[in-house]
């Protein structure tokens, strides 16, 4: 059964980066008439529409945060049936900005912008 996946995305961003799979996933079967696109264009309304009442509506995810939308579907005679107890929604709070600084070229060290606004403040150098 096929998988729709939208990675790793902005919640204010999930409905396009969906459609866009969506239809790079079906492209295929509407070539060949197995299903028309006026369908999948419905189907993945459907589908965003729920999406948006959970994250907007009931867990008032921020625009900001990270989400990975996952659910399954299947096509079957011309029409598109999603799989609603195998959607997961994964869920990552927006979190203080972070800024990579190289030391030395051989380590990587990251420090919370705050951090780094103090360490100016005091006149601390380097990372």
Avoid at 23 to 40: P, W
Wanted: glycine share 8%.
């Amino acid at each position: 059964m096929p998988v729709l996946r939208s990675g790793v995305v902005l919640a204010g961003g999930y409905a396009e980066k969906l459609k866009r799979a969506f239809f790079a996933q079906v492209r295929e079967h509407v070539k060949k008439g197995e299903l028309k696109k006026e369908e999948a264009v419905k189907s993945i309304v459907e589908l965003n529409k729920n999406l948006y009442h959970l994250l907007v509506e009931e867990w008032k995810v921020d625009k900001g945060d990270v989400v990975r939308i996952s659910i399954e579907y299947e096509i079957k005679d011309g029409t598109i049936s999603w799989k609603w107890e195998t959607l997961t929604i994964e869920i990552w709070p927006k979190c203080l900005p972070i800024r990579v600084y190289a030391s030395t070229g051989e380590k990587m060290v990251a420090k919370p912008q705050e951090e780094e606004e103090k360490a100016v403040e005091e006149g601390e150098e380097g990372a």
